[in-house]
């Protein structure tokens, strides 16, 4: 997308206010990334659309989307997931300030290795992946059992800045052009899922938004 047209875009987004504001400050302070303010929209939008009872979130980082997303939905209940100590802490941090303990759950540890625990808090009608891009694959492929049939699964970041685009050679470092790679090979694999229907968003970092057939798993 132009530049222009995403600053444009960004303009008519309404501030946030209170403890979001804050929670963009400090990312923006200790680099912790979060969805760009055009992705996260979408993403509130087509949940407000869905209507889903229990979401789960693969990658909490400080909290900003599960609190996004308490704050669109607050019927709704929020499993989140995350791995590094101190975002941890913050997250609980922020969920306190913000009042939602009752609404959000925090599940501690590696995503991969949390299976059993998530399978006790589901099933889903909704999963929100925005954790280590080359792993994406893994994610859903683990965390779509449980996922209700006719359920959707959102997937963040998958034009990477729109290096998805760039020719290899063109691409440094090594470790950089490595991950495209990993994000192109999962863009082609979620298309050409056969129990999901796909569509890409080129909306902030790229939005993939997959829908349940619908068919008995």
Do not use: C
Request: aromatic share 6%.
């Amino acid at each position: 997308m132009k530049q222009e047209l995403e600053i444009y875009l960004q303009s008519l987004i309404p501030e946030r206010e209170g403890v979001f504001t804050e929670m963009e400050r400090y990312a923006k302070e200790h680099n912790v990334p979060i969805m760009e303010p055009e992705g996260m929209e979408a993403l509130l939008q087509i949940l407000r659309l869905s209507q889903p009872s229990a979401i789960l979130e693969v990658g909490t980082a400080i909290g900003y989307s599960a609190l996004r997303m308490a704050d669109a939905m607050p019927g709704t209940k929020i499993v989140t997931l995350e791995r590094d100590e101190a975002r941890i802490v913050k997250a609980k941090e922020f969920i306190q300030k913000a009042g939602k303990e009752g609404q959000i759950i925090l599940l501690e540890g590696d995503a991969l290795e949390a299976g059993p625990l998530v399978k006790e808090h589901g099933p889903f009608n909704a999963i929100f992946i925005d954790a280590a891009k080359g792993q994406y694959r893994r994610f859903f492929e683990q965390f779509e059992e449980v996922l209700e049939p006719g359920g959707i699964i959102v997937t963040d970041n998958v034009l990477f800045k729109g290096l998805v685009a760039e020719a290899d050679e063109a691409i440094e470092p090594k470790r950089i052009r490595n991950l495209v790679r990993k994000i192109r090979d999962f863009n082609a694999w979620l298309m050409g899922h056969t129990a999901y229907t796909t569509v890409i968003l080129p909306i902030g970092d790229g939005v993939a938004i997959s829908k349940h057939r619908g068919e008995n798993k």
